[in-house]
């Protein structure tokens, strides 16, 4: 089972090994797959101006490998909403304590769509939540491509659009506010077959954390066959 | 210009808090179709894409085509021609039905379901596709003379879209609520087949369906029994007696 690894600041030393593949994945999926030219770098390393000390990383890591990822910046801070896309949010700027925004979620194409165990992707958006519900977090801010919003809305994640879509580099492009609750984070995890918290705070115990609740899997209730 | 974009925008963000409040089918769809009027939409539908063989009425999830353009699209199988669904397995944008591509030369079928289409009033129109994994569907809305600027295109989007979202939300049962047959025919017996061990593509072969036809039906099968996977759907619907082996 994949495990999915809290790295932030205060731990960041633990995972430096990491980063230098992590940085290389991003150039492949962003700039060499999906073609993000305004990201190119010519060390072939993504990083952009919001990997930041207070940047918050989840690393999905199985057998040693990283597998996919997902970073969450404090809105406090410059984010990608605030600086580079501001026409998509017209609700008005977001600068909480309690949001994060997230960006660069992936999976590697090896490990994206069925395996054994649960789906890649749907780890990351249960352990997000986790991780939100543990910080006191309540949302999570997204520029994302619109053909996600189905998909968000199949598995549960809760999205409040914040301007309307526009075309950007030949995709349709819009920003979300994400609900981060215990209802959603439950409902995730009873999908993914999940019954217990799955994120791994390795060097993170100075960090106080609120209580998740309990999570059981429902047996469906048995009913009468209908004659 | 800018007025226009403003004004659309703050539209459809208050358009999708509204819908997101209302708690029935019948709200959602009477809002959905005012708001289109306004933009010079008079018809739409939001379907599954089927497939040879594939009925889309079982596929349909709002219907607000014309009557009797809807029963002869059905009648004549013209989705299998229709080339904006073709489109929608081609693209994740939306995009106008007149970007649908095909060759009028070598696929007259596909011009002759545009010209038709003419004869309902559908002259112009704009298609969404939604994409799952396992599954392709549409939101088409057709007019004669409808707004088509990139406003009224992006506005349509996002209020067409989070409909889609709700009406779907608003068709799954309450939790808790009581258990009742919930699957349609097709879908019952390609879960009757899943729960006999029967791939996908196996499944197609037995009941002379497409894979892709039978994964939506799954698909179908799993939204409506609100499980995540064949294995889940397979248990939940023996345990409720939705099928019998």
Same mark, same amino acid.
Do not use: K
């Given at each position: 089972m994949p495990e999915i690894h809290v790295v932030r600041k205060d731990n960041r030393h633990l995972y430096a090994s990491y980063f230098d593949p992590y940085f290389r994945l991003r150039h492949e999926i962003y700039v060499k797959q999906r073609k993000w030219m305004a990201l190119d770098r010519p060390d072939g390393r993504e990083i952009d101006q919001f990997d930041t000390e207070e940047a918050v990383y989840l690393f999905c890591l199985d057998k040693g490998q990283l597998i996919g990822a997902m970073r969450a910046v404090p809105t406090l801070l410059p984010t990608l909403m605030s600086e *580079?896309?501001?026409?998509?949010? *017209?609700r008005g700027p977001i600068h909480r304590p309690d949001v994060y925004e997230l960006s660069r979620i992936f999976v590697i194409p090896e490990r994206r769509g069925e395996h054994a165990g649960p789906r890649i992707e749907m780890l990351l958006l249960t352990a997000i939540m986790e991780y939100g519900i543990s910080i006191g977090v309540t949302g999570f801010s997204i520029v994302l491509e619109s053909w996600w919003l189905p998909r968000f809305e199949r598995c549960g994640w809760k999205a409040h659009p914040l301007g309307l879509p526009r075309m950007i580099d030949g995709m349709s492009v819009l920003a979300v506010l994400v609900d981060c609750d215990e209802a959603t984070w439950k409902s995730l995890c009873e999908q993914t077959g999940l019954l217990q918290p799955t994120l791994t705070w390795q060097g993170l115990d100075g960090i106080s954390r609120q209580a998740l609740p309990d999570v059981f899997l429902h047996l469906p209730p048995a009913a009468q066959p209908t004659q | 210009m800018h007025g226009t974009e403003a004004y659309w925008g703050r539209r459809a963000l208050d358009f999708v808090d509204a819908i997101e409040a209302s708690k029935t089918t019948a709200s959602v769809i009477s809002q959905f179709e005012k708001v289109i009027h306004d933009l010079g939409f008079h018809a739409y539908i939001m379907a599954g894409i089927p497939t040879p063989g594939q009925s889309l009425a079982s596929l349909t999830l709002a219907n607000g085509w014309p009557a009797e353009w809807y029963a002869l699209y059905i009648r004549e199988n013209l989705h299998a021609v229709d080339p904006v669904p073709r489109h929608c397995l081609a693209t994740l944008n939306p995009f106008v039905w007149a970007e649908a591509p095909y060759d009028r030369e070598r696929d007259p079928k596909a011009h002759h379901v545009m010209m038709r289409a003419h004869d309902f009033r559908l002259a112009q129109g704009y298609c969404i596709p939604i994409h799952y994994d396992d599954a392709v569907g549409a939101i088409s809305l057709a007019g004669e003379r409808p707004y088509l600027d990139a406003e009224t295109k992006s506005a349509l989007h996002l209020m067409s879209v989070f409909t889609h979202g709700r009406l779907r939300a608003l068709a799954r049962p309450a939790p808790g609520a009581p258990a009742r047959r919930r699957l349609s025919e097709v879908e019952a017996e390609v879960v009757r087949w899943a729960a006999r061990g029967k791939t996908a593509w196996e499944t197609g072969q037995i009941l002379g369906l497409s894979e892709r036809n039978v994964r939506w039906h799954l698909e179908e099968a799993q939204r409506k029994l609100r499980t995540k996977n064949k294995t889940a759907t397979v248990a939940l619907a023996l345990v409720n007696g939705e099928i019998m082996l």
């Open positions: *580079i896309f501001p026409e998509l949010n *017209i | -």
